[in-house]
């Protein structure tokens, strides 16, 4: 009864080549949201999809991109990964009320 | 902007006794106030909320208190386990555009001593 669900779980890069994360929900919700966490720090906001509507967070970098093909999936791209976007980049969802939901995440690791 | 602030950064309890994280919010505006518990390698859980009408909510060992004059909350947890260890965060949202606008603190590593 998984909710929402990211792939990979884990994910190796190396630095400048593209990768994608992926995002899936079965809860049907409108809303999809791409955090980055760094070690020991809070979640970070990269950007949201209201429906198909992408909505960017002023201080997230040009190299992040991202999909939302239908209301089920959500794409991560980053077009040229650097060491410092190492990470744990968190999927989470929400719909008419405030509760968000985050999937269990996938930790990048750049080379 | 919103900015929250948390303490302790680190707080070390026996099994069994209490433990409180506190956090401080600064926009007026925000109005939901979830507590997320996280474990290693895992993503944030949900684990109680609390809205701006309601001074006080409860959930067996788990009560949050909010105090909107002060723009103060917190997350009290009783008869503490071995498996409350993880890093818990705070967060100050509010609706805005169509979706959730959060904030987090910068979390509170508990840890459960047996």
């Known amino acids: 009864d998984a909710m929402v669900i990211q792939n990979p779980r884990y994910q190796v890069t190396q630095f400048g080549k593209p990768v994608t994360l992926s995002c899936s929900q079965t809860?049907?919700?409108?809303?999809m949201y791409w955090y980055q966490q760094k070690s020991s720090q809070a979640p970070k906001l990269l950007f949201h999809y209201y429906d198909k509507d992408f909505n960017n967070e002023a201080d997230t970098p040009d190299n992040f991109q991202s999909r939302r093909p239908n209301t089920s999936f959500c794409f991560l791209d980053i077009r040229s990964p650097g060491l410092g976007d190492a990470a744990m980049y968190l999927c989470?969802?929400?719909?008419?009320?405030?509760?968000?939901?985050f999937g269990p995440g996938t930790r990048l690791t750049v080379t | 902007g919103e900015n929250v602030e948390q303490h302790p950064s680190t707080l070390s309890v026996q099994e069994g006794d209490s433990a409180v994280i506190k956090c401080t919010y600064s926009d007026s505006a925000s109005n939901y106030f979830p507590w997320y518990k996280q474990e290693l390698g895992k993503g944030p859980q949900l684990i109680i909320d609390i809205r701006s009408n309601v001074g006080e909510k409860k959930d067996q060992r788990i009560a949050v208190t909010l105090n909107k004059t002060a723009k103060h909350f917190s997350l009290h947890i009783t008869e503490t386990q071995p498996e409350d260890s993880a890093v818990y965060f705070c967060?100050?949202?509010?609706?805005?555009?169509?979706?959730?606008?959060?904030?987090f603190g910068t979390g509170t590593k508990l840890q459960v001593i047996p």
């Open positions: 809860l049907n919700h409108n809303v």
């Open positions: 989470a969802t929400s719909s008419q009320g405030p509760e968000q939901y």
């Open positions: 967060a100050a949202s509010f609706h805005s555009g169509g979706y959730q606008k959060v904030t």
